[in-house]
């Protein structure tokens, strides 16, 4: 029974960043024992790409396991990959409750736009905006399972992810040989992401779930780590040739950084895939019901819809995703997942995509 919990518990806070969203399909019903398993899962959808390698080793027979991740992500073309890296513990306290515990770490990334060409007739040199951040969390979840054998059970978990972000930025003219930086500054945003969760198993074969999520950021998360205007006054006085080209550049600059901070400030990093879809902005709330039924002990099927709330000015998104379970054997099984998202934005006409997830997991 505490391998059914240990599954539960994949629908926390904790257990479903680490996984990327691959154990949020409970085993229905006793399962044996597993000293530990590998698990790999990738997700694609336009310019974002995104792949989870995680293993879970068993420290103490059935009740303690250790859990190493690793997530890379990349959310635009333009910008430079992130690296996260996770280590925790699950802890089976008696055969109904499992404490969780997860510490991750971002690794410093920098992405570098362009944004003004050299200009030699001038004397201007180019110039260029870097931007950067990392990122240190703990994650922490307890997990309820009524662990029994009746036509109706239910399962409850309450999640906290607590994650430090250190925003840099800069602004560089380049020519031949030759760099200036005219602006640095680092700055630090706190995230804090409390989280319920619940699920209910009927007859052994449909399983229905809700999820939600607060985010409560220390600061705007829409200006930090964001360049100021006083900071932009010097691209637009000696770049832009009017002021409505200079404020094209400022306008097109920001809302890539939004985007590409938005993965990243919504603390999903290591939980996007074609169920939860991925935030354009960062996040207010979320809401997930999903309901799964059991075809065969060899497939099953779940149908799931999320609604997320950005920030106030950024709108909000629809996400309608359905997903494929296949046990080929007792220690494989492989998944299939897509997804359809509908972001929108006030002022703006909804923005629609697509995100498409395969995985498998081998249990040893």
């Known amino acids: 029974m505490r391998q059914g919990i240990r599954e539960v518990a994949r629908w926390t806070g904790v257990r ?56 890379g992500t990349r959310t635009q073309s333009e910008t430079a990959l992130s690296h996260q890296l996770s280590a925790g513990v699950d802890h089976a306290l008696n055969e109904h409750w499992l404490l969780s515990g997860l510490v991750n770490v971002g690794l410093p990334k920098k992405s570098t736009t362009p944004l003004a060409p050299e200009r030699p007739l001038l004397d201007l040199p180019a110039m260029s905006a870097r931007t950067g951040y990392r990122s240190g969390g703990l994650q922490l979840a307890a997990t309820y399972d009524s662990a029994g054998f009746s036509d109706v059970e239910y399962g409850l978990d309450a999640g906290l992810g607590l994650t430090l972000y250190g925003l840099d930025r800069e602004i560089f003219t380049h020519q031949t040989g030759h760099q200036e930086t005219l602006y640095r500054r680092e700055e630090p945003l706190f995230l804090a992401r409390p989280s319920l969760g619940a699920r209910l198993l009927l007859v052994d074969k449909w399983e229905l779930g809700v999820r939600g999520g607060l985010y409560l950021y220390s600061g ?60 354009s902005a960062p996040a207010l709330f979320d809401v997930k019901p999903s309901v799964t039924y059991r075809f065969s002990t060899w497939i099953r099927g779940q149908l799931s819809y999320a609604f997320t709330r950005y920030v106030p000015g950024q709108g909000y998104a629809h996400v309608l995703g359905t997903r494929w379970t296949f046990r080929l054997a007792d220690s494989f099984r492989f998944w299939a997942s897509l997804a359809l998202q509908s972001d929108h934005v006030q002022g703006e006409a909804p923005l629609r995509s697509g995100l498409a997830t395969l995985g498998s997991e081998l249990t040893f």
């Open 16 to 71: 479903r960043a680490a996984l990327a969203g691959a154990g949020a399909l409970a085993l229905l019903g006793a399962s044996e024992a597993r000293a530990g398993s590998v698990m790999a899962e990738g997700s694609a959808g336009g310019s974002l790409r995104t792949w989870t390698l995680l293993g879970d080793v068993e420290l103490r027979k059935d009740e303690t396991f250790l859990t190493l991740g690793y997530t």
């Open 220 to 279: 705007d998360p829409l200006s930090s780590g964001q360049f100021t205007q006083a900071e932009l006054k010097e691209v637009m006085r000696r770049y832009a040739a009017n002021a409505a080209e200079g404020n094209l550049l400022v306008k097109t600059f920001t809302q890539r950084r939004i985007k590409e901070l938005a993965v990243d400030l919504s603390g999903r990093l290591l939980g996007v895939n074609a169920l939860t879809g991925f935030p």
